[in-house]
């Protein structure tokens, strides 16, 4: 599963040798809202989200640590794999 928060969608984020960009033929889906992301990410095992809705909500339900986001360009990334 693939999420962002919506005003991302379409943009190039760059720090240095990062160039990330949060494709929309890669990100773009259903609309929904943060709640909504959440419950679908708890159901996915394979996880990549990016922004500061969507990422900060993982780490208040538990989902992520803290210290497993990076930041490109000021802008939480984080993955989830769940062997």
Not at 2 to 8: H, K, Q, V, W
Not at 15 to 22: L, N, S, Y
Not at 55 to 82: C, D, F, M, N
């Amino acid at each position: 599963m693939a999420t962002c928060d919506a005003d991302l969608l379409g943009k190039v984020l760059r720090e240095g040798k990062i160039v990330f960009e949060i494709r929309e033929e890669f990100y773009k889906g259903l609309k929904v809202s943060v709640e909504e992301a959440i419950d679908l990410v708890e159901q996915s095992t394979i996880v990549n989200m990016v922004g500061h809705r969507i990422v900060k909500r993982a780490v208040e339900k538990g989902l992520i640590h803290q210290e497993a986001v990076l930041k490109i360009s000021g802008v939480p990334h984080a993955q989830i794999i769940k062997m």
